[in-house]
């Protein structure tokens, strides 16, 4: 239901409990920030509100590199004994016939 | 709203410029050994500390041993697929089954002394101790392969102790 049809609906049926002055104006906002925080911009603004602030930016910036550097060492060092693992295996495959024949 | 944007693109570059930084410093050994020509060598090198003399002389073994290597592949093929002709035929007790199993084990045996030769002779050119602990990895994955299920990890027989297959 499209916003406009839903004005009509509360024009033409009242509540019919006393409401508070700008109560309809309060929930349209809401569903307004809630619609919000699901984008994008929202989220870079929110973000880039925190990283512009010196005290949660600096630390926030260096948890972020620390992290990636944390997982470039824990993948670069898997993958490097990954790598020789496999060429320990192969070396002992190449001198030996019975392996060739296989 | 566009420098805040900005803050945070410069975050993530920065951190997906550590990342890459950082994986590819740690790994570049080992690309570099994939890449060339016997990568299997340049982790014996590696693994063996081999300096540029002791790495000419092993790689001049191994060409050789690799021919030889070659050949007798070729005769133990020979072999068993004479075995498997009679042996699904044959009675076992058999002249033709057990000359077939005489010459297959023959190349076992051919097989298993190339290595051990190969072992020996590689070894000689390196440091003591890595030659001791290359005879013992190509001892224990070459000559001693296959499945010993209920050796411990002490090297000791044990009737309760049984290895799994990994899968």
Known sequence: MKDEDLRRLFKRNPPELPVERGFQREVWQKIGRRNEILSLPFLLKTTGDFLTRPALGIPLAVAAVACSAWLAVHNGVESRNETWNELALSYNQIINPINHDN | ?167
């Open chain 2, 1 to 167: 709203m566009m420098s805040k944007g900005l803050v945070v693109l410069g975050v993530v570059v920065l951190s997906i410029v550590t990342y890459f930084t950082i994986h590819s410093v740690i790994t570049v050994e080992a690309r570099a050994a994939l890449s060339s020509d016997h990568p299997e060598l340049i982790w014996l090198k590696r693994e063996y500390s081999l300096n540029d003399d002791q790495f000419t002389k092993i790689q001049e073994l191994h060409n050789v041993h690799d021919v030889k290597c070659r050949e007798i592949c070729r005769e133990l093929s020979e072999s068993r697929k004479q075995l498997e002709e009679v042996i699904v035929g044959e009675p076992l007790e058999s002249e033709v089954v057990q000359g077939a199993l005489a010459a297959w084990r023959e190349q076992q045996v051919v097989s298993q002394n190339s290595i051990l030769k190969h072992m020996e002779e590689v070894s000689r050119y390196m440091e003591p101790g890595q030659g001791a602990r290359y005879r013992s990895n190509v001892y224990r994955n070459l000559i001693l392969s296959g499945r010993t299920p209920h050796i411990d990890s002490n090297g000791d027989y044990n009737s309760e102790f049984i290895l799994h297959l990994k899968r």
